[in-house]
């Protein structure tokens, strides 16, 4: 991935277009607006809903595909915003280089200062948890999704933002999906850009209800699912 190549959105934020799979990071219709649909409307917002209703202090959140932080920055925005606890944990196999985040437009994107964007980056993938804000931490583990052991009834939030079935086809089969459902707790709410067919098949194989939602510009539809008991 050493070619990766920055651009602008719509919306003016930047992503990341990888030629050697043809694959963007993120949206070229806008990436801010597509991960703030895709993971902060569709898994967060639940989440804390139903944990604040539940009188629980912290939400906790699992993204396969850590990528650019971008969808954590916006976590932690929406976690001082509402003044809830995050304890974010995010699994990624191949971090980026500093020469290729360093010149992400996030800050300016986000109206956050730089320092904060860069320890969402700096921080080291020791699989402890790190607090950013008082409102945020974060966990940050370098490992393969199919190798990764993840603990039991954990999480609120799953935010899957792995590159499409037609790029990395081994982070879409169904072990993968029957291993998100055990970590999850009740309820938990599993955003993503997919929709193809199969996908949700395999998510509703899993054990997680299945919802097709509106999906942000250029998207027909997105994928929620949820664990409810």
């Excluded at 799979?21 to 967060?44: F, M």
């Excluded at 037609?166 to 850009?193: H, M, N």
């Excluded at 997919?194 to 209800?209: E, T, V, W």
């Amino acid at each position: 991935m050493t070619n990766l190549q920055i651009q602008q959105t719509d919306d003016g934020s930047h992503t990341l277009y990888w030629p050697e799979k043809n694959e963007h990071y993120h949206s070229v219709h806008g990436s801010v607006q597509e991960a703030r649909k895709v993971y902060v409307e569709t898994a967060l917002v639940p989440a804390m809903d139903a944990c604040m209703s539940a009188g629980t202090d912290t939400v906790q959140v699992f993204e396969m595909g850590l990528g650019t932080a971008l969808n954590a920055c916006l976590t932690l925005q929406e976690a001082e915003k509402r003044h809830m606890k995050v304890a974010y944990t995010a699994i990624e196999a191949l971090p980026l280089p500093e020469d290729v985040w360093r010149r992400l437009n996030y800050p300016q994107a986000l109206g956050i200062e730089s320092r904060v964007f860069e320890a969402f980056h700096r921080q080291a993938f020791d699989a402890r948890e790190h607090a950013l804000s008082p409102y945020f931490s974060l966990t940050k583990i370098q490992a393969e999704m199919q190798a990764a052991v993840l603990p039991g009834k954990r999480f609120h939030a799953v935010y899957y933002d792995a590159f499409a079935p037609s790029v990395q086809p081994e982070l879409w089969e169904p072990g993968i999906f029957v291993k998100l459902r055990q970590a999850c707790t009740t309820p938990c709410f599993l955003g993503t850009y997919c929709a193809q067919g199969r996908f949700r098949r395999n998510l509703r194989s899993a054990g997680f209800a299945v919802e097709s939602l509106p999906g942000p510009k250029g998207k027909r539809e997105i994928t929620r699912g949820i664990v409810l008991s």
